[in-house]
């Protein structure tokens, strides 16, 4: 049986705790949810509450070698953990990252819009509690 442990920190939470991961600059979540698998970091989502039954994740990253066969299970665990704080995720995928769209698709997300981003075109998504 494998080990998964998510942690869900503020964002100076995890700056404070795991210096040596790189969150993207610019960016301040309300929530980080960080991955371990047998110990090893993997990856985290990180998000801003849309409102109180809704995290809207703005931000995930997977340590590559992690990618592959088990990307699918890691960002299962993490939205399980992200499923008993919030009931909805919603995500915005750029519609050229076809391989994360299929993943969150297999992970239960459902396409819910589009919408032009400056000059790209994103992918709405949603996934809720009981779907």
Not at 44 to 59: L, V
């Amino acid at each position: 049986m494998l080990d998964y442990v998510i942690h869900r920190l503020t964002y100076t939470e995890a700056k404070e705790r795991y210096p040596d991961v790189e969150f993207k600059e610019g960016y301040m979540p309300t929530s980080v949810y960080l991955g371990f698998w047998e110990g090893a970091y993997v990856g985290y989502m990180a998000g801003s509450f849309e409102n109180i039954n809704t995290i809207n994740i703005q931000y995930m990253q997977l340590m590559p070698e992690f990618l592959g066969k088990k990307v699918v299970r890691i960002i299962r665990e993490i939205i399980k953990k992200i499923h008993k704080d919030f009931k909805y995720i919603t995500m915005n995928a750029d519609n050229t990252k076809n391989n994360m769209i299929r993943i969150l698709l297999s992970a239960g997300f459902k396409i819910i819009g589009t919408k032009a981003d400056e000059d790209i075109t994103v992918v709405i998504l949603l996934k809720t509690a009981n779907g």
